[in-house]
Nanobody
């Protein structure tokens, strides 16, 4: 089992910056991808950014050039640096981890989620 704990959310004015952190614990071996997702009130959870174990990153179009995802390899702490925040970025941000496991020799991935951290951007 993997536990994920997010921190760093808060209230910021439009144009401001925040840095989210996600600290994994438990059996964190074989985590292949980590990422950030967000869910605004009344909307479905959506992908924000991901980073693979070999450092490949992927971003949703609306955050490209403003958000940067990174990971500290030693403790696998995940970060999301958010600059140029907009009111439409307001949401609960969730940390996600995909862990590769094997069942009778066949690989599959288990998904873990953090409890979320609120980001509110005022106009």
């Amino acid at each position: 089992q993997v536990q994920l704990v997010e921190s760093g959310g808060g209230l910021v004015q439009a144009g401001g910056s925040l840095r989210l952190s996600c600290a994994p614990s438990g059996s964190i071996g074989s985590i292949v991808t980590m990422g950030w997702y967000r869910q605004a009130p009344g909307k479905q959870r959506e992908f924000v950014a991901t980073i693979t174990s070999d450092g490949r990153t992927n971003y949703r179009d609306s955050v490209k050039g403003r958000f940067t995802i990174s990971r500290e390899d030693a403790k696998m702490t995940l970060y999301l640096q958010m600059n140029g925040l907009k009111p439409e970025d307001t949401a609960v941000y969730y940390c996600n981890a995909e862990q590769r496991k094997y069942y009778r020799g066949s690989p599959y991935e288990s998904t873990y989620w953090g409890q979320g951290t609120q980001v509110t951007v005022s106009s």
